[in-house]
């Protein structure tokens, strides 16, 4: 399975690295995680608040995004077909316009993007589109016995 990796999930798992968000990037499953270059940009955006809030020291936490950056494909933005970007900010622009991106990275890719973004997710699911997967959902396809 492939995911669409929000930010607020590479915020949570910098913020608490033995959390839920966290242990999914370290477990040996079979999930691939991708996400536009954008993610890149919002983390930069946000670092001194991640700092802030995390568990972790600042050579510690620095250590934790290389290892969480090796784990997921970056998609460059520009890589997406421009029609699927305005379509997905026609979709997003009144729910958060920040997450164009990760729409339109959907859209081009038809994987459901991972989030714990509450309003994005009863949003989208609002205009009919069931596009996200939760943590918890993710936790139990992760550990689900066959």
Partial sequence: ?????????????????????????KAKGQIQFIAPDFLLEEIREHWLQIENFSSLNKFELLEEYKFLKSKIKVVSIEDI???????AYQIVKDIDEEDTYFVALYL?????????DKQLINGLLAKG???????KELKKMLYKKD
């Fill in 1 to 25: 399975m492939i995911v669409i990796t929000d930010s607020n999930i590479i915020f949570s798992a910098l913020i608490n690295p033995a959390g839920s968000e966290a242990n999914i990037f």
């Fill in 81 to 87: 077909p421009p029609i699927k970007l305005v379509e």
């Fill in 108 to 116: 081009f890719q038809k994987h459901k993007i991972w989030t714990g």
């Fill in 129 to 135: 589109y069931n596009i996200c997967v939760t943590t």
